[in-house]
């Protein structure tokens, strides 16, 4: 299966719901509106945005003179896309670069690092990549990432569950350092946003992997926050996005399991709100199931569009 037809699998919720409301006969008229509306909101937008979107494509169809599903729906993809940010460049491809991979209880963190470390090492031969264990809390993420490392051939840096996380990104970057490392992949524990002490934890975890980042033997290697968000979660994956950020300092998302019953708005909904690049988006378990996030397909896909 090509990557637009999975993404499309994976949104198959939204865009059902969106194809019943662009199935009217005759004219657009006020009912037309006001299922849009309703039906974004159900999409996991949020009420503002849906409004707001709704608006807007009113006023650009009065405009332009757009009558059909046809020239509606592709109004509708272009107006979400507006809300994505693009990012500078790719973290994972403008190397030196270090990336911490935060975010709650299995949002995927893990799978989306084995994945990445998988998918890097094969594509760029020669690229030297080292995944780092500063999950200490969670046995089965050790185990986890051994194994990913092992299939992808990149070495894991690890030590004993229950080891102090900052100090395990500290070693991971002096092992990184000695190695020549490109790129450094921190996986870190599963954690609530609303947990003060644990918040403040991972932001020792940042802090630390900044300071020894800064003095690498190759000069600084720039450190990157991303938040793993499980699609799924709703509208509560903006106030994780919210929390984390007020946090940390994220910069940038990676959703996960769009392939499942998530309905895709949160993702426009955290980009929007943060104003924060999406890098990647797991549409599967597997390794090939990671891919590049591309704003307009991603929004084709969203509203029935090929
Ligand atoms: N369907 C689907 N499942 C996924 C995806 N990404 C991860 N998973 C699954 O989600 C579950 C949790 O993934 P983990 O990677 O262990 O999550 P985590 O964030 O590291 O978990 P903690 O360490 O407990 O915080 C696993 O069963 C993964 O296989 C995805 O894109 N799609």
Redesign the pocket.
């Known amino acids: 299966m090509g990557l637009f037809d999975s993404l499309k699998r994976g949104l198959e919720r939204s865009r059902e719901a969106l194809n019943e409301v662009f199935y009217f006969g005759g004219e657009v008229d006020e009912s037309f509106w006001e299922e849009l509306e309703d039906t974004l909101v159900m999409g996991d937008m949020g009420g503002e945005i849906a409004m707001r979107v709704t608006d807007d494509l009113r006023e650009t169809a009065a405009r332009k003179n757009l009558k059909t599903a046809d020239q509606l729906r592709a109004a509708l993809a272009e107006r979400l896309r507006e809300f994505f940010v693009e990012p500078e460049s790719d973290i994972f491809d403008d190397t030196p670069s270090c990336v911490l ?1 935060v ?13 990445i470390a998988s998918a890097e090492a094969e594509a760029h031969a020669g690229k030297r990549v080292v995944i780092g264990s500063a ?1 200490t ?2 046995a ?2 050790i185990e ?1 990432l051994d194994v990913w490392g092992q299939r992808a051939d990149v070495p894991v840096i690890k030590r004993d569950r229950g080891s102090d996380p900052a100090s395990v990104c500290y070693d991971v970057l002096d092992e990184a350092d000695k190695r020549g490392s490109d790129l450094v992949l921190i ?1 870190t ?3 609530l946003h609303s947990s003060p002490e644990l918040m403040r934890e991972l932001a020792k975890v940042v802090k630390v992997t900044r300071k020894r980042a800064e003095s690498c033997a190759a000069g600084p290697m720039p450190v990157h926050v991303v938040l ?1 968000i ?1 699609s799924a979660t709703g509208q509560n994956g903006l106030v994780q996005a919210e929390e984390f950020n007020d946090a940390l300092g994220l910069d940038g998302i990676i959703m ?5 019953t998530a309905k895709g708005g949160i993702a426009l909904a955290v980009a929007e709100k943060l104003k924060l690049p999406i890098y990647r ?5 597997q390794v090939e ?2 891919q590049r996030f591309d704003a307009a397909d991603f929004c084709r896909a969203l509203v029935g569009l090929d």
């Open positions: 991979f975010g709650i209880n299995g949002a995927g963190k893990t799978t989306t690092v084995g994945k999950d809390f969670r089965a993420a986890q996986d524990a599963g954690r793993v499980d996960t399991k769009l392939d499942g988006i797991g549409v599967g378990e199931d990671l």
